[in-house]
């Protein structure tokens, strides 16, 4: 994981002064999560397969488990009500381990997707109680949090839950796009599953993976790219914006939403026989076992 200050100039020059950074060409080799189909000119800017040290990209490595789910009566209640959904229907916002909300942008939110008229799952937790925790928890009562009413006119149209098993809920039939932080496990995943995403960062390399998503490939929409999850004092990013970005998502997107479905294809092939993960693999191996 990036530190936040290499999106700063200072931070970056920093960081590549710092002695194992400086060292990383003294390795034999570099494992990387990804697939030459998805960053291709990253890849071949670093020198491709003559790079030094050699670079094997062997992705997407993704635990494609789904049956470690523990199935209890919350869980359960949000699969019943997904399975009742239609196809590619609802929308699901889930921020990660870390992502969490003060009550100003919880309202934000709620009230962006009231508007947007779309079903939704929403995957809602609260900062940590702990000053020095990076971990967020569960509400103890979501009603608290969510503004005055919002539940009851919402109850038909979506769901607002703590932890979700997010992996499980991007495999479902009634996903239709995924509102996320864009860390790199979530980007995988949501590829794998074929389910389009709407970028909104917050901290560490997030903002460089959506960046790269929404700008550089084209292939995501952009809920807030210049969003940083700080403190107190966050930016707070208005239901209009988050109104606009799920229908952007939902309804505006279908090159894009191709074009994803295109890359999921990919992701797929580039694991199988004469792939190119599946040949990275190969010369990896070859390289250091002989």
Partial sequence: MLPATILDEEGYAALNEHGHTRRIREAKGILVNTFRELE???????????????I????????????????????????????????SSVVFLCFGTMGRFGGDQVGEIARGLERSGHRFLWALRRPPSEPKSNISTDYDD????????????????????GWAPQKAILAHKAIGGFVSH???NSILESLW???????????????????QLVVELELATEMKLSYRMKGENDMIVS????????????????EKRVKWEE??????????????????????VRDFLG
């Fill in 182 to 184: 864009c860390g790199w």
């Fill in 263 to 284: 890359m999921s294809e990919m992701a797929r092939k580039t694991l199988m026989v004469s792939g190119s993960s599946f040949s990275s693999t190969g010369r990896f």
């Fill in 56 to 87: 094997y990209p062997v992705g997407p490595v993704v635990n494609l488990e789904i049956d470690d789910v523990v199935y209890d009566d919350r869980t359960n209640e949000i699969f019943r009500w997904l399975d009742d959904q239609p196809e």
């Fill in 40 to 54: 291709s000119y990253a890849l071949d800017s670093m020198g491709g397969d003559d790079c030094i040290p050699p």
């Fill in 239 to 254: 239901a209009s914006e988050i109104e606009r970005g799920i229908r952007r998502l939902m309804e505006e997107g279908m």
């Fill in 142 to 161: 979501l009603i608290d949090i969510l503004p005055e009413g919002f539940s009851d006119r919402t109850v038909e149209a979506g769901r607002v839950v």
């Fill in 193 to 211: 599953f074929a389910v389009p995403i709407a970028a909104w960062p917050m901290y560490a390399e997030q903002q460089l993976n959506a960046f």
